[in-house]
């Protein structure tokens, strides 16, 4: 069973969330509803999955997310998704820079959605776990620069529907596409 922090200000919807991982019989979920309190909670608990909003209370989400990405952070490799309703592009290159694994907009998924993208995010990092080794940084291909810093790591897989790439090179309403979509070979 994997153990999952929550760290969610809108008690509604952390308590839907919750709810709705825990029936699934896969998650144990503890929740946070500040940053601060989400930061007490990963110093005397180490967890596989933190899903943190940004816009928090006391600390922001980002800020915790630097504090779990400092090299001498027990967290620096939990991995982690924000769970938002802040789409700026801005914010989301940043999180990536900082390390996030991962975002998912609240309003485009329900909380059934979120359960399945987070099993999937899990059946990746098995997946990736049973591949052979990764070349060294010396002979390895550099990502392209579409692709978001974080997805070019091999150790833990990016959750980002293919309509949500954090990257955008229009301006326009339309969905990104993936590069292999632009690229039929």
Same mark, same amino acid.
């Given at each position: +069973?994997?153990?999952?922090?929550? =760290? ?9 969330? #919750? ?20 930061? !007490?909670?990963? $110093? ?10 940004? +816009? ?7 800020? !915790?997310? #630097?504090? +779990? ?29 900082? $390390?996030?694994? $991962? ?24 997946? +990736?776990?049973?591949?052979?080794? =990764? *070349? ?7 990502? *392209?620069?579409?692709?978001? !810093? ?8 990016? =959750? ?5 790439? *954090? =990257? ?15 690229? *039929?070979?």
């Amino acid at each position: +069973m994997k153990t999952i922090l929550l =760290v969610e200000d809108d008690f509604h919807i952390q308590e839907i969330y #919750r709810t709705t991982f825990i029936k699934t019989g896969n998650y144990t979920v503890e929740t946070a509803s500040d940053g601060q309190e989400a930061l !007490v909670k990963l $110093g005397s608990h180490i967890y596989d999955l933190i899903l943190l909003d940004i +816009m928090l209370p006391k600390v922001t989400g980002i800020d !915790v997310l #630097r504090a +779990m990405r400092a090299p001498t952070s027990p967290t620096k490799d939990t991995p982690i998704i924000l769970i938002t309703n802040l789409g700026q592009e801005d914010i989301i290159k940043e999180a990536f820079k900082i $390390g996030a694994d $991962g975002y998912l907009i609240k309003a485009q998924f329900t909380p059934l959605d979120i359960v399945r993208e987070v099993d999937a995010f899990f059946q990746q990092m098995k997946e +990736m776990q049973n591949q052979p080794a =990764v *070349p060294s940084a010396e002979t390895a291909v550099p990502a *392209p620069a579409s692709i978001p !810093v974080a997805a070019a790591t091999p150790s833990v897989p990016v =959750v980002q529907p293919p309509y949500q790439q *954090p =990257v955008s090179q229009s301006s326009s309403s339309q969905p990104a596409t993936t590069p292999a979509a632009e690229n *039929p070979q």
